[in-house]
């Protein structure tokens, strides 16, 4: 039995295929998409590159273009058995978003919508974050699972957008108004366990509190963090303490970067887990790949 993390080299964006392999089965994991802004590795070229026609679990952390990115072409030509999606289809139309909200998000909301119907039309069985609906996705011995947001969670900004549909233009901008810096706090945390030890955690762009809801105390230790939000905290959000994720002794540090920011910050990225290995996504030439154990 083994795993892969592929780590794709997409820019300022997150995209990451993992590979598990069990007598003589191999199951697919594709966690985001990257982006259509930062075309530095096209996912679908990769997959088949790669010989990857099938898709066990397709998993978006959460509804921006920086993660969403290929995720709804994969769907489009790709069978996709399971997928974990931050929300149900959102029921506004780009006529619903137009002056309400800027093109990027109208784009990113259409693509969702597109997304979810490519999925149903192939019979994709479709799981969401909010209200959380997945249990743990179980492969053999390894198994990956939601940990936030937890079925106690709910979402402002989904709820936000459903409401949009039936208001006036003005209120309705004033409702994206009150949730528009709020997306990257619905970001999924994804936890990949192997034989019942924790083996890999996928941050997306998750805050820190919501990593310490999600771990409720506990600090196991974790072979693989990637971490949250490609590496800053910024824009008046705390998305990683370094201290706390010390505790979780991770052997690898997985930053999602382009090759100028790690230029310019690799050397404060590397006090983050000074004891581990530090993986920026942007210096790879194609795909980082790592062992997971």
Not at 34 to 52: D, R
Not at 187 to 204: Q, R, Y
């Amino acid at each position: 039995m083994s795993g892969r993390l592929h780590c794709l080299n997409a820019g300022k964006a997150d995209c990451f295929v993992i590979e598990l392999e069990e007598n003589g089965e191999k199951t697919v994991l594709l966690i985001d998409g990257g982006s259509k802004n930062e075309p530095v590795m096209p996912l679908l070229p990769y997959l088949e590159a790669h010989s990857i026609r099938q898709i066990d679990l397709l998993a978006l952390t959460h509804l921006h273009q920086d993660h969403q990115g290929y995720l709804g072409d994969v769907a489009a030509v790709l069978p996709v058995r399971r997928a974990l999606l931050p929300y149900p289809p959102i029921p506004l139309t780009e006529d619903d978003l137009a002056g309400v909200v800027e093109e990027e998000r109208r784009n990113d909301v259409a693509v969702f919508n597109r997304m979810w119907a490519d999925l149903l039309r192939q019979g994709c069985r479709v799981e969401t974050a909010f209200p959380l609906t997945a249990a743990p996705f179980v492969f053999g011995s390894w198994r990956l699972s939601c940990i936030f947001p937890t079925v106690k969670d709910t979402s402002p900004v989904y709820e936000a957008l459903c409401r949009m549909r039936d208001r006036s233009s003005h209120e309705a901008h004033d409702l994206y108004e009150s949730v528009r810096l709020r997306f990257n706090g619905d970001s999924s945390i994804l936890l990949l366990e192997h034989e019942g030890k924790p083996s890999a955690l996928l941050c997306g762009d998750s805050f820190h509190t919501s990593l310490l809801r999600a771990l409720a105390g506990r600090t196991p230790a974790v072979s693989l963090i990637k971490l949250s939000h490609h590496g800053r905290n910024d824009k008046g959000n705390l998305y990683f303490v370094g201290n706390f994720l010390q505790t979780l002794s991770p052997q690898t540090l997985v930053i999602t970067s382009s090759r100028a920011l790690a230029l310019q910050h690799r050397a404060e990225w590397e006090n983050i887990c000074p004891t581990a290995c530090l993986i920026v996504t942007g210096e790879a030439n194609g795909a980082e790949i790592l062992p997971l154990a």
